[in-house]
């Protein structure tokens, strides 16, 4: 049972345009979520967060939302750049002794 | 801050042998934590330490599967016998608190 789920496996995205990232999830427990990015053969590297009394940070070009009405939140980078070409996770926390819970990734592609 | 360190990077190893991987976290976080990743997954977790305490465990994919931390420092993650559904990318994570987690390179096990 998947309770977090990323349902696009790979997103195509021009260069300077704005990447949209979705992430579900099903578990009404997790009260903290974070944005993972990760290259081939790299451990993942922590791009942003945010705890569920919030619905919105944002850090440079990176912004997350959370609705947790829908229990949905969604990574936005603007503009997007080249660089920006990796597998991106989300993942949710309960707290307690529990490690993270991953989604699958998407693979956020951009085009010179 | 050197990040968190995985020895080995790669590891091949005929089925039924025994493995163990070393992971050395950024020297002033408590909190240690093992994932795995297959193909086309998030990383999945495995087990947690709070200073030289296991306090989650019960995510080990079999009795196979160990773990130790017995200084607060370093952890190594030990699989008995093993198989050749253990091939995976072995991940160790550190955190300062329930925040952001930092990854290391992994550990790549291939059992032949």
């Known amino acids: 049972d998947q309770q977090v789920k990323q349902n696009s496996p790979s997103l195509s995205v021009q260069e300077g345009r704005i990447s949209i990232l979705n992430c579900d999830y099903t578990?009404?427990?997790?009260?903290?979520f974070l944005w993972y990015k990760k290259y081939p053969a790299e451990g993942p590297t922590f791009l942003i967060s945010?705890?569920?009394?919030?619905d919105k940070n944002e850090d440079g070009r990176f912004t997350v939302f959370l609705n947790k009405s829908a229990k949905h939140l969604s990574l936005h980078i603007v503009p997007s750049q080249p660089g920006d070409s990796a597998v991106y996770f989300c993942?949710?926390?309960?707290?307690?002794?529990?490690?993270?819970?991953f989604g699958k990734g998407t693979h956020l592609i951009i085009q010179p | 801050d050197t990040g968190v360190s995985q020895d080995p990077r790669h590891k091949i190893t005929k089925r039924g042998q025994n493995v163990t991987f070393r992971c050395d976290p950024i020297s002033e976080h408590n909190r240690l934590y093992w994932y795995r990743q297959t193909l086309g997954q998030g990383p999945e977790f495995l087990t947690y330490f709070q200073n030289e305490a296991q306090l989650e465990k019960s995510r080990l994919l079999s009795d196979r599967f160990s773990a130790e931390r017995p200084k607060g420092s370093f952890s190594t993650l030990e699989i008995q016998r093993t198989e050749q559904g253990d091939s995976a990318m072995y991940l160790c994570a550190s955190s300062a608190d329930r925040g952001r987690s930092f990854f290391g390179q992994g550990t790549r096990l291939t059992v032949v």
């Open positions: 578990n009404s427990m997790f009260d903290y």
């Open positions: 993942a949710a926390s309960k707290g307690g002794a529990d490690g993270l819970t």
């Open positions: 945010i705890s569920s009394i919030k």
